[in-house]
């Protein structure tokens, strides 16, 4: 279809017709989808012209170009090509004679009919190519990488499929592609992680094999800001699972946790939250300095989130050790939670008394 359109109607980064066209600041469109994935992926430049962006670039729908895009398609009805059945694009991928080329559409077109039917994922799961795909993960094409990560993240929707995919062996993929993969795909393989994590026993799985926890606190480390978020996510899941947390801790996590949470993830606050429940965790935050004043910023500038979990995580470090209770209620925590005790979010209601009745036990305010 994309090649029956007028050239103006490609999004010159994925060269397929705009659906959402929007305007950058530089005065270039390009689908929503596309030029998004380009900001979170880190880039501050525009893609075309390579001149810098401002912090936060503003992305204004073009409603002219997407009327136009409408319009056209409705006077100019294009010929009919139907598309490939499901199962000539799966013997694509089960098949060694196809190109690299045709797997990649082949991936696209089973992740699009994949999105939104249960029915069609378990089809697929039940035609044996789901080891077919992960093959593709090996690949050192970035973009067949992804297109099969793509795949496999559909998939794993279903709880069914959580647990199967990790019984053939997705986790060593997805830890080879967070060491290794481009950022797209490191992002993708630590949400396919998130997702895995759903089923508890996958926590378990995840957490033993060996170096996953470890690649996700690299990827938060290095990554840029896509990467950052799903890594972060990822460790929350895992670590909800309490013997996941000494081994986050000991690869590491606290101080980037609270670096990344200091440079305004507040999803890395999250992570701390459940890390501060083990005393490993709570050992580690408490030599880092500045971990008060930290958690403190977000109490006063962070969401509803954000806040409900730096009072967690002070919760668990002022109950374990007076010096912190001190350290907090000299930073007017114990003012900021007096004030948070009419929220409408029940859990930092909550989390707010509890934390005055700390301080009080602990002769904080003498």
């Known amino acids: 279809m994309a090649t029956q359109l007028p050239d103006d109607f490609k999004c010159p980064i994925s060269l397929e017709i705009m659906s959402d066209p929007v ?21 501050r430049t525009c893609p075309i012209t390579k001149l810098p962006l401002p912090d936060h670039p503003s992305l204004i729908p073009n409603h002219a170009l997407r009327s136009l895009i409408s319009n056209y398609a409705l006077i100019s009805p294009l010929k009919h090509h139907p598309p490939p059945q499901p199962e000539t694009l799966i013997s694509t991928l089960l098949s060694r004679s196809y190109s690299l080329d045709s797997k990649i559409e082949s991936l696209r077109q089973l992740t699009r009919l994949s999105k939104r039917d249960s029915v069609f994922r378990r089809r697929l ?45 997705v986790i060593g993929r997805l830890v080879a592609v967070l060491l290794g993969g481009s950022p797209d795909c490191r ?40 990467e950052k978020k799903e890594a972060a996510t990822a460790l929350y899941a895992i670590c909800s699972f309490p013997d996941n947390r000494r081994r986050a801790v000991e690869c590491g996590a606290v101080p980037i946790l609270l670096r ?4 305004g993830l507040e ?42 979990y730096a009072l967690l ?36 209601r909550r989390n707010s008394s509890s934390l ?11």
Request: hydrophobic letters at 40%; one cysteine or more.
């Open 267 to 308: 999803r890395a606050i999250e992570v701390l939250g459940i890390l501060a429940k083990c005393k490993e965790g709570r050992e580690q935050i408490e030599t880092y300095h500045g971990c008060i004043q930290i958690l403190v910023k977000v109490l006063r500038n962070g969401s509803s989130r954000g806040v409900q």
């Open 187 to 226: 992002a993708l393989a630590a949400t396919m992680l998130t997702s895995l994590a759903v089923v508890e026993v996958n926590k378990v799985t995840i957490g033993r094999y060996p170096c996953a926890i470890g690649a996700l606190v690299s990827l938060l480390r290095d990554g840029k800001g896509r």
């Open 260 to 263: 990344t949470a200091d440079s």
């Open 125 to 169: 799961t039940e035609s044996g190519v789901v080891s077919a795909v992960l093959n593709c993960i090996d690949s050192d094409d970035p973009s067949l990488q992804e297109k099969a990560l793509s795949l496999l993240l559909n998939l794993s929707l279903d709880d069914d499929n959580k647990v199967g995919l990790v019984a053939e062996g």
């Open 356 to 366: 005055i009745q700390v301080f009080s036990g602990n002769h904080a305010m003498s």
């Open 23 to 43: 305007i950058l600041s530089s005065g270039h469109t390009f689908d929503r989808d596309s030029i998004q994935r380009w900001l979170d992926a880190g880039h």
């Open 313 to 348: 995580a002070l919760n668990s470090l002022c109950s374990y050790s007076e010096q912190m209770s001190l350290e907090a209620f000299k930073e007017g925590v114990w003012g900021i939670c007096m004030g948070l005790l009419e929220d409408d979010n029940e859990k930092i």
